[in-house]
């Protein structure tokens, strides 16, 4: 079961969403900010990522690089920022996909469906 | 121009040297008629030769007949046998004074000549003809031509270049703006416009740099807003959305987890609602749409609404206020300064420990009334001083429970709607103070 960890300082969000995620069978943690993620990630070994851009300290940007500095594994940025130049730089920063807010269930879990696939079909 | 110059000077030398001439030759007419009439010819020749200089002047006596009788350039004179064809020789024998210019007897250089008519008692005597060159002096002429050509194509070069360099300084600059202005009209703010020039060019520079820093601080600015409203009204929707769609996966049988989300729902619309109505306030009191409804309002009346609206919080956290409002009338729209005082109150709790006290007071000069907040809470730093006025400036350390940094923007642009003025100021670990100044009823 692939175990996903949810990354957004914003805590209605995260409950929601991990309560949809488990539905569809996923294993969820969350953190609510940089440091926390970072901690969790080296606990959990998580499949995917999904980070908030924009989170107090630490923003999502340096986790990324923080994690990308050692581990490929599937980043999902999540923003609710929609200018072109931030979702560039997420994807400088080594996120393999990027959803702005306010989004869907439906199409954020495709999208996490399609990293993994993808994610797979490259290690595999 | 310079060819009527020449040609007056031409002309003036040429009138001199006939009136000399003229005048030399009537004196010498005279002196000859004079011998000849005694018949000495050898004074004559002696007269011819004296005055006669060999490359210059030659002077000629002619009997009446037109036959030589003396000159000052025997060698010369000596080949030509028949007179009256020289010029003026015929003309001044039927006793008319000739003036001229004619070519030289047997040379081809130029001469002035006179020929003159002598006569007495009614009587021809002879005829005296008396020529100089024009060699030297239009060898001199053409030198001066030269000269003055020479002086004029210098003058013209020397203008063209100058004429040419400054319109080059003119003109360089001037297209360097033009391009700035274009290029900062597109919106490329980026550049520095560099001219060395101590005249009013490099003023005009200076200006358009400073314009251009502005419009760029502005345009920052703008996108800055822009970005920062797109966030905080994202956040709070997409909270909404997934929280739904978290009912529909399945949440809303479950009676606990139903209940929390719906609570979320309705505070994170309650959250939304607060920020538009927050972001329309400043955008109307910024383009100063808002009609205040000024007037004599007491200052303590508005102070115990504001801390009668936040009682609950206070109690909440334990906070207590302590106020010593003088009793003063201000001139200000209630519901608006209200406002004002709520979002001050609102940050001094939310800053404050639990426990602590906040202080209000208010007092007067002599026009206007002084406010003052102050709280015992964190302070703000120095560097955020100057910064906390801005729309949707937070402090970095304030985490969760600082709200999206518009409370103070807002309070700031409704008290100086009033005529008045907010400042803040801090020291670290003693509490922030906020004073404020209003309009005291005149
Ligand atoms: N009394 C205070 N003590 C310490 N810091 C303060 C105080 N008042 C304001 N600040 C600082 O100034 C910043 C801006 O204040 P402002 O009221 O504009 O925004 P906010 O309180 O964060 O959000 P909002 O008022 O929009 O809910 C705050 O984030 C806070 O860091
Ligand atoms: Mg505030």
Same mark, same amino acid.
């Given at each position: 079961?692939?175990?996903?960890?949810?990354?957004?300082?914003?805590?209605?969000?995260?409950?929601?969403?991990?309560?949809?995620?488990?539905?569809?069978?996923?294993?969820?943690?969350?953190?609510?900010?940089?440091?926390?993620?970072?901690?969790?990630?080296?606990?959990?070994?998580?499949?995917?990522?999904?980070?908030?851009?924009?989170?107090?300290?630490?923003?999502?940007?340096?986790?990324?690089?923080?994690?990308?500095?050692?581990?490929?594994?599937?980043?999902?940025?999540?923003?609710?920022?929609?200018?072109?130049?931030?979702?560039?730089?997420?994807?400088?920063?080594?996120?393999?996909?990027?959803?702005?807010?306010?989004?869907?269930?439906?199409?954020?879990?495709?999208?996490?469906?399609?990293?993994?696939?993808?994610?797979?079909?490259?290690?595999? | 121009? +310079?060819?009527?110059?020449?040609?007056?000077?031409?002309?003036?030398?040429?009138?001199?040297?006939?009136?000399?001439?003229?005048?030399?030759?009537?004196?010498?007419?005279?002196?000859?008629?004079?011998?000849?009439?005694?018949?000495?010819?050898?004074?004559?020749?002696?007269?011819?030769?004296?005055?006669? /200089?060999?490359?210059?002047?030659?002077?000629?006596?002619?009997?009446?007949?037109? +036959?030589?009788?003396?000159?000052?350039?025997?060698?010369?004179?000596?080949?030509?046998?028949?007179?009256?064809?020289?010029?003026?020789?015929?003309?001044?024998?039927?006793?008319?004074?000739?003036?001229?210019?004619?070519?030289?007897?047997?040379?081809?250089?130029?001469?002035?000549?006179?020929?003159?008519?002598?006569?007495?008692?009614?009587?021809?005597?002879?005829?005296?003809?008396?020529? $100089?060159?024009?060699?030297?002096?239009?060898?001199?002429?053409?030198?001066?031509?030269?000269?003055?050509?020479?002086?004029?194509?210098?003058?013209?070069?020397?203008?063209?270049?100058?004429?040419?360099?400054?319109?080059?300084?003119?003109?360089?600059?001037?297209?360097?703006?033009?391009?700035?202005?274009?290029?900062?009209?597109?919106?490329?703010?980026?550049?520095?416009?560099?001219?060395?020039?101590?005249?009013?060019?490099?003023?005009?520079?200076?200006?358009?740099?400073?314009?251009?820093?502005?419009?760029?601080?502005?345009?920052?600015?703008?996108?800055?807003?822009?970005?920062?409203?797109?966030?905080?009204?994202?956040?709070?929707?997409?909270?909404?959305?997934?929280?739904?769609?978290?009912?529909?996966?399945?949440?809303?049988?479950?009676?606990?987890?139903?209940?929390?989300?719906?609570?979320? $729902?309705?505070?994170?619309?309650?959250?939304?609602?607060?920020?538009?109505?927050?972001?329309?306030?400043?955008?109307?009191?910024?383009?100063?749409?808002?009609?205040?409804?000024?007037?004599?309002?007491?200052?303590? +009346?508005?102070?115990?609404?504001?801390?009668? /609206?936040?009682?609950?919080?206070?109690?909440?956290?334990?906070?207590?206020?302590?106020?010593?409002?003088?009793?003063?009338?201000?001139?200000?729209?209630?519901?608006?300064?209200?406002?004002?005082?709520?979002?001050?109150?609102?940050?001094?709790?939310?800053?404050?420990?639990?426990?602590?006290?906040?202080?209000?007071?208010?007092?007067?000069?002599?026009?206007?009334?002084?406010?003052?907040?102050?709280?015992?809470?964190?302070?703000?730093?120095?560097?955020?001083?100057?910064?906390?006025?801005?729309?949707?400036?937070?402090?970095?350390?304030?985490?969760?429970?600082?709200?999206?940094?518009?409370?103070? /923007?807002?309070?700031?642009?409704? $008290?100086?709607?009033?005529?008045?003025?907010?400042?803040?100021?801090?020291?670290?670990?003693?509490?922030?103070?906020?004073?404020?100044?209003?309009?005291?009823?005149?």
């Amino acid at each position: 079961m692939p175990h996903v960890l949810l990354v957004d300082d914003e805590a209605p969000l995260c409950e929601s969403l991990a309560y949809s995620l488990k539905k569809e069978g996923y294993e969820v943690t969350t953190a609510s900010d940089g440091h926390s993620a970072i901690k969790q990630f080296h606990k959990q070994a998580p499949n995917v990522i999904l980070l908030d851009l924009m989170m107090p300290e630490v923003d999502g940007m340096e986790v990324c690089w923080r994690i990308r500095a050692f581990s490929n594994v599937p980043i999902l940025m999540l923003t609710a920022k929609d200018q072109d130049v931030d979702k560039v730089r997420g994807l400088e920063a080594g996120a393999d996909d990027y959803v702005t807010k306010p989004f869907n269930t439906r199409e954020l879990l495709a999208r996490i469906k399609a990293v993994l696939r993808r994610h797979q079909g490259e290690s595999a | 121009m +310079s060819g009527y110059i020449l040609w007056t000077f031409y002309a003036f030398f040429m009138q001199s040297r006939q009136t000399d001439l003229e005048n030399w030759a009537t004196a010498l007419s005279e002196s000859v008629a004079d011998v000849l009439e005694e018949k000495d010819t050898q004074r004559v020749q002696s007269i011819v030769q004296r005055y006669g /200089a060999p490359d210059n002047i030659t002077l000629r006596v002619l009997d009446a007949q037109g +036959s030589l009788l003396a000159t000052s350039d025997p060698q010369t004179d000596r080949q030509i046998t028949n007179w009256l064809p020289i010029p003026g020789v015929l003309d001044a024998l039927r006793g008319r004074s000739v003036q001229g210019i004619a070519k030289g007897v047997l040379s081809t250089d130029d001469r002035l000549y006179i020929a003159k008519p002598m006569t007495r008692n009614g009587q021809m005597l002879g005829v005296l003809r008396i020529s $100089i060159t024009l060699e030297q002096f239009q060898k001199q002429f053409v030198r001066v031509i030269w000269a003055i050509l020479a002086a004029l194509g210098l003058t013209t070069f020397v203008c063209t270049l100058v004429s040419d360099r400054l319109a080059r300084s003119l003109s360089k600059p001037i297209e360097m703006m033009q391009n700035f202005a274009i290029r900062v009209g597109r919106g490329q703010f980026d550049d520095k416009l560099v001219i060395r020039q101590s005249n009013e060019l490099d003023q005009l520079a200076t200006e358009l740099n400073r314009m251009s820093e502005r419009l760029k601080s502005l345009d920052e600015e703008r996108r800055a807003f822009l970005a920062n409203v797109s966030h905080e009204l994202r956040t709070p929707v997409s909270n909404v959305q997934v929280t739904i769609d978290a009912l529909e996966r399945g949440a809303v049988d479950e009676p606990e987890l139903r209940d929390r989300f719906f609570q979320t $729902i309705k505070e994170e619309t309650k959250r939304l609602s607060g920020l538009i109505h927050d972001l329309l306030d400043l955008g109307r009191l910024e383009a100063g749409v808002t009609l205040l409804e000024i007037q004599a309002i007491t200052l303590q +009346s508005v102070i115990s609404r504001a801390i009668r /609206a936040m009682e609950v919080r206070m109690q909440a956290k334990n906070v207590t206020v302590q106020v010593d409002v003088d009793d003063l009338r201000v001139m200000g729209d209630s519901e608006r300064l209200l406002q004002a005082f709520l979002n001050l109150l609102d940050n001094a709790i939310k800053y404050s420990n639990p426990n602590a006290r906040i202080f209000i007071a208010a007092s007067c000069n002599k026009q206007q009334a002084l406010i003052s907040i102050q709280d015992q809470g964190g302070g703000i730093p120095e560097t955020d001083l100057p910064r906390i006025f801005e729309q949707f400036y937070t402090t970095s350390h304030s985490s969760k429970q600082s709200g999206v940094g518009l409370g103070l /923007a807002i309070a700031r642009r409704i $008290i100086e709607a009033h005529g008045g003025s907010i400042t803040a100021s801090s020291k670290p670990g003693q509490g922030a103070i906020f004073t404020l100044s209003l309009p005291l009823e005149s």
